[in-house]
């Protein structure tokens, strides 16, 4: 890892914004060479491969490379909510977390901070632990940069938001989402495979693979239909996914038709049929109504309530 080139001439994600973050230019993602996080403790909302029963160590960055209108942690990817923290500063909080007995410490929208994540992994191994990391991402990664990834990173945690160009184009005005998500996905299982293993109790946590996420959105069922289908005849009803319901309207949805409102069931059932329909094996489906409690405050001294204290 180059970590003046890496900053100095910001290309690490698919923007390639080409700015100087060293000199406090910020690119698509809104962040300098400075990196800043939101939050770090034992996330008890993930999916039970990841929670188990001791929590799975989030380190959630600010910014994000992504900016979708309707963000589900806007307070943190747009809203300026952060901490600074250097590398040693991260090393201490993933020391800590580590003491505490997480299962996996999880790298939350981290990529536009690759280079420290990256230094961070090889101070952890020099160290000694052992335990998985985790890049937890927006899937809107560079598929050349995936194997430098998976030389640190043991699991990929990808989100595949959009199928649809044209709704890409809408929501984070880049409509190459689709394809360089697809082939980024590829690299990512074709250097870790698929997450293993897969326990969907939790009992035993995951070392290793990819799972891929995907939040369904109101009044974009086809989306999510076209999400599916296309993960499942690229990589087969073995892919492990993980379908959530948990979207919310923020305060930038106000006015965006029925991203202003909340999923309705008949929408949601129609996802589930379609899951069942293309046979996927290894599936998380979050329940219609999930606990408010994680869904995050990060103006909040406690931004999951559902955490214990
Ligand atoms: S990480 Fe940020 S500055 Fe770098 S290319 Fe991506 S959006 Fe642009």
């Known amino acids: 890892m180059n970590w003046n080139s890496d900053y100095e001439r910001c290309e690490l994600c698919p923007r390639r914004c080409g700015v100087n973050r060293l000199a406090g230019e ?24 990841f929670t188990g029963t001791r929590g ?44 505490r007995g997480v299962h996996n410490l999880n790298f939350v929208t981290g990529d536009h901070f690759w280079p420290h994540i ?3 992994a090889r101070r952890l191994r020099g160290a000694g632990h052992r335990l998985p990391l985790l890049l937890n991402s927006s899937g809107y990664l560079l598929p ?5 990834y998976a030389r640190r ?22 409509a190459d989402y689709p394809e360089t998500a697809l082939a980024a996905l590829r690299e990512m299982v074709a250097a870790r495979g698929f997450l293993f293993p897969f326990d969907p109790t939790g009992r035993e946590t ?8 995907h939040l369904v959105l109101p009044g974009h069922v086809e989306n999510s239909l076209r999400a599916l289908r296309r993960l499942r ?15 919310r309207p923020v305060p930038r949805c106000r006015g965006r038709g029925d991203f202003a409102r909340r999923l309705t069931s008949a929408e949601y059932a129609a996802i ?27 103006e909040s001294e406690r931004p999951f309530r559902g955490n214990p204290e």
Not at 27 to 43: I, K, Q
Not at 206 to 213: D, I, K, P, S
Not at 274 to 291: M, N, Y
């Open 26 to 49: 910020r690119g698509a993602c809104g962040e300098t060479a400075t990196c800043h996080v939101a939050s770090f403790g034992p996330h008890f909302g993930e999916e039970p491969c």
């Open 56 to 99: 799975s160590g989030t380190i959630f960055f600010r910014g994000c490379a992504c900016g979708c209108f309707f963000c589900q942690n806007y307070q943190i990817s747009r809203g300026g909510l952060g901490e600074t923290m250097d590398n040693d500063g991260l090393f201490r909080a993933a020391e800590a977390l580590i003491a």
């Open 118 to 120: 990256a230094e961070l």
């Open 144 to 148: 050349e940069r995936v194997a430098e």
């Open 153 to 174: 990173m043991d699991i990929f945690l990808p989100d595949y938001k959009f199928a649809d160009a044209d709704l890409a184009r809408q929501c984070m005005g880049a």
């Open 206 to 213: 995951a070392r290793e693979g990819v799972l891929v996420r």
């Open 233 to 247: 005849d690229e990589f087969g009803p073995r892919l492990p996914i993980s379908v959530m319901s948990q979207y």
């Open 272 to 298: 589930r049929a379609e899951i069942t329909a293309l046979e996927f094996e290894h599936v998380f489906i979050q329940e219609f109504e999930p606990d408010d409690a994680f869904f995050p405050d990060f």
